[in-house]
């Protein structure tokens, strides 16, 4: 395999499996002729890719400046009370996995987070109580 396919390969074990295990990093250096490091760091460079079991939804709340100042901290704590857990943490049952990330690329509706890949903008307390009630 030519090395400029390392990415989309991680990537397709990110969809496949819900996260890049370190079997899987493994058996990727061999395939491609690099370190299990050089896996890990491309992995681990890029926020959207994980290397431990996510929940079944993926909250992703914005961190940067226009959500910061359209108050996403509270939002996020709006998050924590509602499931339970803080950033960096998947609920005991599997069903949420709750991170921080850089721009989501929806400036233009801060506050905003994404849920699996739905981005939902504008957000109060409320919506969110309502949007985490409606997952499975």
Excluded: W
Excluded at 26 to 39: L, N
Excluded at 67 to 94: H, M, R, V, W, Y
């Amino acid at each position: 395999m030519e090395r400029n396919e390392l990415l989309g390969v991680i990537k397709e074990e990110q969809e496949k499996n819900g996260y890049v295990s370190e079997g899987a990093m493994g058996d990727m250096a061999k395939s491609f002729g690099v370190t299990v490091g050089e896996v890990y760091g491309v992995t681990t460079f890029y926020s959207f890719l994980s290397t431990k079991p996510m929940g079944r939804h993926v909250i992703r709340i914005c961190k940067s400046v226009p959500c910061f100042l359209q108050n996403g901290e509270g939002l996020a704590a709006s998050i924590e009370k509602e499931i339970g857990i803080g950033p960096g943490e998947t609920t005991a049952d599997g069903r949420f996995t709750f991170e921080r990330t850089n721009c989501i690329g929806a400036c233009d509706q801060a506050p905003a987070m994404l849920l699996d890949d739905v981005v939902y903008g504008n957000l109060t307390p409320g919506k969110i109580k309502e949007i985490l009630q409606s997952c499975d």
